[in-house]
């Protein structure tokens, strides 16, 4: 129970990575918020922490639109009182398709951005008065490792998680004094319910022969460094990303 009582917004944790977050949290004893723009998916995620035994509810929040995140920490708040972990997980990303940067269209690379970058940046704006307030936080942003690989076919998505990973240091500078901790996750290729397109049996092959563990990676693989991340046990470390890629060889 290494969260108990504390409480969780974790974004985007309808589907996916973050889904199986939200049931982990919850396992630790932590309060979950899923903030996620599929209502559906979000209240189903919720309901699923609930039939294991956790206390979850679901807000659906855009997070790339600051009125949304701002309502979407009021709800928290409202509901249970605080807000002590954000987990911002909330992209878009298995509905992306893969194309050469020229022919990503403008509109394409502003939303990607808006959700990815921006949205990181408003949930953190909408959470940290919350938390300074209390002189207690842990923030988790979710990067990526085509940040270091500078994976093809997809450069708005690299590039708003290259974004992701200097908002973390950046932000853990301005928030240290606080008592509020700013880490980011991450993660190799992972397997989730989601088909997508971004993951190939050839992409795969490339993804194991470059790894140094030689599976697929799952969401339970990077459960264990949220948890950390998102517990006491981080008290004296900010500012970084964790790379979760089984040993990949560029990192
Ligand atoms: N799966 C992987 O291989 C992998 C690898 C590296 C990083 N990541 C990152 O991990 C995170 C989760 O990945 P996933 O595979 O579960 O992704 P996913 O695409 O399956 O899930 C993304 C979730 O975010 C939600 N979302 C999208 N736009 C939103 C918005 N505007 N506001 C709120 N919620 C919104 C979606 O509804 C969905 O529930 C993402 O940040 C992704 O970029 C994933």
């Known amino acids: 129970m290494r969260l108990k009582n504390k409480v969780a917004v974790i974004t985007g944790a309808g589907q996916g990575i973050g889904k199986v977050f939200a049931s982990a949290f919850a396992a630790e004893g932590a309060r979950i918020v899923i903030a996620d723009v599929n209502s559906g998916a979000g209240e189903a995620a919720a309901k699923a922490v609930r039939d294991e035994g956790g206390e979850a509810i679901a807000v659906t929040t855009d997070v790339s639109d600051e009125r949304s995140t701002r309502d979407m920490a009021a709800a928290a708040v409202d509901h249970f009182g605080t807000i002590d972990i954000l987990v911002n997980n909330a992209a878009i990303f298995s509905t992306l398709s893969m194309k050469p940067f020229d022919a990503i269209p403008v509109e394409e690379w502003d939303r990607v ?139």
């Open 113 to 251: 951005f808006a959700v990815n970058t921006r949205g990181t940046f408003l949930a953190c704006k909408a959470v940290a008065p919350i938390m300074r307030e209390r002189g207690y936080g842990r923030i988790i942003n979710i990067s990526s490792s085509v940040v270091v690989t500078g994976r093809p076919n997809y450069a708005h998505y690299v590039a708003s998680k290259g974004a992701v990973w200097a908002f973390t240091h950046a932000l853990a500078t301005e928030l240290g004094e606080d008592g509020i901790t700013v880490n980011a996750i991450s993660p190799h290729g992972i397997i989730t319910e989601i088909p997508r397109e971004t993951i190939s049996d050839e992409g795969w092959r490339r993804n194991l022969e470059e790894q140094a563990i030689k599976r697929k990676g799952e969401p339970a693989d990077l459960v264990g460094a949220a948890i950390y991340l998102a517990s006491d046990e981080s008290r004296y470390m900010t500012g970084q990303t964790l790379s979760l890629d089984a040993g990949l060889r560029f990192t």
